[in-house]
């Protein structure tokens, strides 16, 4: 269970929240523009990266409000708690730790 | 005049009448919350037919003041409450409040506070919007009733951290519901409508171990 720092209402538990994908996926300009390929890449191609990832949490049974999170998904520490439309800030460690047990 | 007198007379009526046939969420459950409280231990209660309004303002913008003169000012922060006598306005997120009057504040016992409140918005950008029959209350108190609350809330309910007169919207047995600390042994639980059967039986449960009879 992650305890995640709501940035209206606090520490909260996670079934408290909802899970919004990876953030800082930016809308085209003009969408008529793109191609078949484009457009599938802009609505279903996302990100899987081991380490920092920034992802949209809402406090569904809180708050309501939406927010960014800048989570490591190899060892869920969370990094950062951001409102939605503020740049993705550095992530303390990019290369994170292995998960324990694994073969180096 | 006579027929402005008559159509008042015959609207009260119909009220009285609409008053007789409702039903609260959770009148089913009376006799089973009076027979699984045990006075002085914990005890739970239906509190029907209060009187909720959602009101949605931003913070800081004249519509949110006008708003706040109306019930007593608007809490700014999560878990506060604000209000004046007995009208209390629950922080429900940044932007958005919940007002708990007496069941006597609506429009149809004669109450004025949703046309206070709707005249006080006027036409600023918020919102005011009657949701009495949207939640129902349930009243649990006593010395047990936070060990009860803590089987199905992951808030530290500890009274160090927890206040009397702070409310926090929250899971409590796995159903999305408002808990309002009203004294040092009493709390108040808003579960919406269709919840408030589960919610009520859940309690029910809860409370067993502390309600029944010792087991020699």
Not at chain 2, 113 to 137: K, Y
Request: glycine share 8%.
């Amino acid at each position: 269970m992650l305890l995640i720092p709501c940035p209206n209402c606090g520490p909260r538990d996670e079934t408290e929240f909802h899970y919004g994908g990876q953030a800082h996926v930016p809308y085209p300009k003009d969408p008529a523009a793109l191609n078949d390929r484009e457009w599938a890449e802009l609505l279903f191609y996302r990100d899987n990266p081991k380490g920092a990832f920034a992802e949209r949490w809402v406090h569904s049974t809180g708050c309501r409000q939406w927010f960014n999170m800048l989570r490591d998904t190899v060892s869920y520490d969370i990094q950062a708690v951001y409102p939605t439309g503020a740049p993705r800030p550095d992530s303390a460690t990019t290369t994170s730790a292995s998960p324990e047990g694994a073969v180096q | 005049m006579a027929e402005t007198a008559t159509s008042h007379t015959s609207a009260r009526n119909h009220a009285e009448k609409d008053l007789a046939v409702r039903t609260s969420p959770a009148s089913h459950l009376l006799e089973a919350f009076a027979a699984g409280s045990l006075a002085g231990t914990v005890e739970l209660a239906e509190l029907p037919y209060l009187t909720l309004l959602g009101v949605r303002a931003a913070a800081g913008t004249e519509t949110a003041d006008r708003l706040a003169s109306v019930t007593g000012g608007l809490p700014a922060a999560s878990g506060e409450i604000r209000g004046s006598g007995e009208t209390s306005v629950l922080w429900l997120g940044p932007a958005e409040f919940l007002v708990v009057a007496p069941a006597e504040a609506h429009e149809s016992l004669g109450g004025a506070l949703i046309q206070a409140l709707q005249s006080a918005l006027a036409d600023g950008e918020g919102q005011v919007v009657d949701l009495s029959a949207n939640r129902t209350t349930f009243e649990l108190t006593g010395p047990r009733a936070r060990a009860v609350l803590e089987k199905g809330c992951s808030l530290d309910l500890h009274p160090r951290e927890f206040k009397a007169g702070t409310a926090f919207s929250t899971m409590i047995g796995n159903i999305p519901a408002i808990l309002w600390k009203t004294g040092e042994e009493s709390f108040r639980v808003l579960p919406r409508a269709s919840f408030a059967d589960f919610l009520g039986r859940w309690l029910l449960d809860a409370m067993r171990e502390y309600a029944s009879a010792e087991v020699p």
